[in-house]
C-alpha cells in the first residue's frame, strides 16, 4: 500500500495569502495537486493540514482521501512529514512526499517514482532533472523511526545521507519537479507554465 502523503500545511507567508486555495486551471493550487496523485499509482492519499485547516478541509473532505491537521505545522515542513509518517496506518508500505504547491508535477512523473520503487525496492526514490533532486519523494515505511528523529535544520537530506546505498535517482524531462509556489512571481509563472502543456 503506497501512500501519497501531501504537505498542505504551510502559512504561505511569502504569498500573503492562503495559497493553496488559489485558483489553477479548473480548481486550485491543492486541488489539482490531489487530481494529478488520484490519477496516479498511488493507492491513497493522506493530506497532511495545518494553517487554515478548516478552510481547506471544506473543499477536499468530498474527496477520496485521508486528512491529519499537525498540531505542529508552525514547525516547518520537515514536522508535517513526520506528523504524516505517525498517521500512516500499519499496512501502508511506502510514502510518497509531496508537495502540495507543486501542481506543475505530472501523474507521469508521480507515476515513474513509484514504478521505480516496485522494480528496484530501493528505500528512497528521488526524481531527478539535469542532475537536480526534487519532489515528490518515495520513502519506504522501514525508515519511519529515522524519519521521526531527523534534525529539523537539515530535513529530509539527512535521510539520503545516511542511506547512500538505499537512494535511488530517476531521471525525469520534468522541470517542475523542482518548482514550488512561494510568492506571486511563482505563481503567476506557473500559471504560464500550465497554458503551455
Not at 501502508?92 to 513509484?114: F, M
Not at 515505511?141 to 538505499?166: A, F, M, Q, S
Request: overall charge positive; proline content about 6%; charged content about 30%.
Amino acid at each position: 500500500m503506497i501512500y501519497a502523503m501531501i504537505l498542505a500545511a504551510g502559512e504561505s507567508k511569502r504569498m500573503g495569502k492562503p495559497k493553496l486555495m488559489l485558483p489553477f486551471g479548473e480548481t486550485t493550487i491543492l486541488g489539482t495537486v490531489i487530481n494529478n496523485v488520484l490519477s496516479s499509482k498511488a493507492d491513497k492519499i493522506l493530506v497532511v493540514l495545518g494553517s487554515d485547516t478548516e478552510k481547506i478541509r471544506k473543499k477536499i473532505e468530498n474527496l477520496s482521501l485521508e486528512i491529519t491537521t499537525n498540531p505542529g505545522y508552525q514547525k516547518g515542513m520537515l514536522s508535517s512529514v513526520q506528523w504524516g509518517f505517525k498517521n500512516l496506518p500499519e499496512n501502508a508500505k511506502a510514502a510518497l512526499v509531496c508537495l502540495g504547491d507543486q501542481p506543475g508535477i505530472s501523474t507521469v512523473v508521480i507515476n515513474k517514482v513509484i514504478d521505480v520503487y516496485k522494480r528496484t525496492r530501493k528505500g528512497i526514490v528521488i526524481p531527478v532533472y539535469k542532475k537536480n533532486r526534487g519532489h515528490p519523494v518515495l520513502i519506504d515505511i522501514k525508515y519511519r523511526k529515522d524519519v521521526k528523529n531527523l534534525n529539523p535544520d537539515i530535513g529530509l537530506r539527512e535521510l539520503v545521507y545516511n542511506h547512500p546505498e538505499d537512494t535511488v535517482e530517476v531521471k525525469v524531462e520534468a522541470p517542475s519537479i523542482l518548482h514550488d509556489i512561494d510568492d506571486p512571481d511563482d505563481y503567476r509563472k506557473e500559471l504560464k507554465n500550465k497554458d503551455r502543456i
